[in-house]
């Protein structure tokens, strides 16, 4: 029984003796297992998990529940910042479950992430114990192991790299700038309190 094309040159079919499925090399058939989108349960259940937070947060925070309006409150954040959280994380969410739109994904682990790990940091800072900052801290690698061994179909192509051979060039150059800005910051900070 055939399950679908992996690629150009591979697909799936029943073996026939169990339950399992191998696939097929144009070549011939092997046991192997295919390259592409396919994710171990295991690795299906982080990824899913990342996802299923951000939604579950977005209802949480446009809802306004009291679990998060203590805990922000006790932050120092207004509460109007779990608007704009729950406004953000319904299309983070929607375009992690969403096929291709590589460039979205992209943008979208990235919001994830720094959501948790500001999250994290927050409570770091407010000097909460380690019940109240492991949360965002776990879904920070959830959201890291789900960016970085997803499948090949949910990532960006490889773009060719024009400056390959010039790498450590481009970081110098990079750190160079970021540090000539950071001084014209230092030396042009305002005095005083902001006009009203």
């Known amino acids: 029984m055939h399950l679908g094309c992996w690629a150009h040159n591979f697909a799936y079919r029943h073996c026939g003796s169990c339950r399992c499925y191998v696939y097929e090399e144009r070549r011939g058939w092997s046991n192997t297992k295919p ?21 579950a947060g977005a209802l949480w925070d ?3 529940i009291e679990y998060v309006r203590v805990a922000l409150t006790h932050l120092g954040y207004p509460l109007y ?3 704009i959280l729950g406004v953000w994380r319904i299309p983070g969410a929607l ?10 994904k992209e943008w979208a682990y990235a919001g994830a992430f720094f959501d948790y790990t500001g ?12 019940s109240q900052w492991i949360g965002p801290a776990i879904f920070s690698g959830f959201t890291l192991l789900s960016w970085g061994l997803r ?19 481009s970081w110098a150059v990079s750190v160079l700038t970021v540090a000539a800005m950071l001084v014209v910051a230092f030396f042009t900070l305002p005095k005083g309190a902001p006009p009203q």
Request: glycine share 8%; aromatic share 0%; charged share 20%.
């Open 95 to 104: 375009t992690l479950l969403a096929p291709r739109l590589p460039r979205l």
């Open 62 to 64: 446009l809802l306004r």
């Open 119 to 130: 999250a994290m940091a927050s409570h770091l800072l407010k000097g909460n114990h380690g």
């Open 151 to 169: 499948p090949a179909s949910r990532k960006l192509p490889n773009a060719a790299r024009s400056s390959e051979g010039n790498l450590g060039i």
């Open 81 to 83: 910042v779990l608007i």
């Open 35 to 55: 390259p592409g989108d396919a994710l171990p349960n295991r690795l299906l259940a982080v990824d899913s998990s990342c996802r299923i937070e951000l939604a």
